[in-house]
């Protein structure tokens, strides 16, 4: 049995994926793995469903990556959507119901593949089912499973086993929004591009796949990038472009405050009168996800000037921009605190 030692303040800023510790697997996210019911659907060695879409670029190997398309088996049309829907699960799933929802949700790879050659080398009618509007029906000839657990992360939804294929084929039509369509025969610099593609409507999810598949960008420079690291990205360009017209904007003038909880997570935002700037808190309960310990644990990111951060982080990213977003709506700045309380039931 493996017993935790470590430095609970460094795991709070790590989350399991960046490997402060120098350990090439996180203790914490490790133990935090669940038998998936589909196992035994895909020891038949075919599965067909519809990707909702799902796209995962993983990290580990980087620049040789995998790159895994989420399938769960046997459901078909609108209703694999909900399996990769974040937006939908708010209020009508708890978490056990999440982690239920995608332990059905088979990952599919390919061979590694070098982040380069990956927007050349995989099936286009993959790539555009990726970033699909609509669940694209799919086979899969499984070869062999890579991981028949569920792994449990801090950015992205929990992710159910993964296969290696021996062939996957594309039987739907993907369904892609018109200004994506146009952007991915552009020759366009990839900021650039997720900012028309915001200002367009486009889903963030949908934009966050597009980056993470490699379609956006100048031609010669495109690749594909890590699924983390891609929404960090997308989120972070969104943000900074919302803050230089934010900028302009005169302080709003009185003091607000916004309260929820979600999933074991609780939140407070508080917007007062001033020049943006923004703090973020994050108060990790004894025995909570990543703090093992039993004291309370504290990370504390600051932004201020604009854009510069004390510490990457992208739960405050992400946040931030939404709050980006209102304030943008508002024609108005102020100076941001957030707050985000998890609590021992949060895995």
């Known amino acids: 049995m493996q017993v935790f030692s470590g430095n609970t303040k460094i795991c709070i800023q790590c989350k399991g994926y960046r490997r402060l510790c120098g350990l090439r697997r996180c203790l914490l996210s490790s133990s935090s793995i669940y038998r998936s019911k589909a196992?035994?659907?895909?020891?038949?060695?075919?599965?067909?469903?519809?990707?909702?879409?799902?796209?995962?670029?993983?990290?580990?190997?980087?620049?040789?990556?995998?790159?895994?398309?989420?399938?769960?088996?046997?459901?078909?049309?609108?209703?694999?959507?909900?399996?990769?829907?974040?937006?939908?699960?708010?209020?009508?799933?708890?978490?056990?119901?999440?982690?239920?929802?995608?332990?059905?949700?088979?990952?599919?790879?390919?061979?590694?593949?070098?982040?380069?050659?990956?927007?050349?080398?995989?099936?286009?009618?993959?790539?555009?089912?990726?970033?699909?509007?609509?669940?694209?029906?799919?086979?899969?000839?499984?070869?062999?499973?890579?991981?028949?657990?569920?792994?449990l992360d801090s950015i992205v939804p929990p992710l159910g086993p993964s296969i290696?294929?021996?062939?996957?084929?594309?039987?739907?039509?993907?369904?892609?929004?018109?200004?994506?369509?146009?952007?991915?025969?552009?020759?366009?610099?990839?900021?650039?591009?997720v900012i028309e593609l915001y200002n367009d409507g486009t889903d963030f999810y949908t934009i966050a796949r597009a980056f993470s598949l490699g379609l956006l960008g100048l031609k010669n420079n495109r690749k594909a990038v890590p699924t983390r690291w891609s929404i960090t990205a997308v989120d972070q360009s969104i943000g900074n472009h919302l803050l230089s017209a934010l900028k302009l904007n005169p302080p709003i003038s009185n003091t607000l405050v916004f309260y929820n909880k979600n999933l074991y997570n609780k939140y407070l935002v508080i917007l007062a009168p001033g020049t943006y700037k923004a703090i973020w808190i994050e108060v990790w309960h004894p025995s909570s996800a990543f703090n093992p310990s039993s004291k309370i644990e504290y990370l504390v990111v600051e932004e201020f000037p604009a854009s510069r951060y004390t510490v990457m982080d992208g739960g405050y990213i992400a946040a931030r921009t939404s709050i980006l977003e209102y304030l943008h709506k508002m024609n108005r700045q102020a100076k941001v605190a957030i707050i985000r309380e998890i609590l021992p039931q949060y895995i």
Do not use: C
């Open 164 to 193: 290696l294929a021996r062939n996957i084929r594309v039987t739907g039509n993907p369904n892609l929004p018109k200004r994506l369509e146009k952007i991915i025969d552009d020759d366009l610099r990839a900021f650039d591009a």
């Open 39 to 151: 196992v035994s659907l895909v020891e038949r060695g075919y599965i067909e469903g519809s990707t909702p879409p799902t796209v995962i670029v993983g990290e580990r190997g980087y620049p040789l990556v995998r790159v895994y398309f989420g399938v769960p088996p046997g459901i078909k049309g609108e209703k694999a959507s909900f399996y990769d829907n974040p937006n939908e699960w708010i209020d009508k799933l708890n978490l056990e119901d999440v982690i239920d929802l995608r332990s059905s949700l088979i990952l599919v790879a390919m061979h590694k593949l070098n982040v380069y050659t990956v927007p050349m080398i995989v099936n286009v009618e993959l790539l555009l089912a990726g970033v699909s509007l609509k669940p694209v029906d799919t086979e899969v000839v499984v070869e062999k499973f890579i991981r028949k657990s569920i792994l």
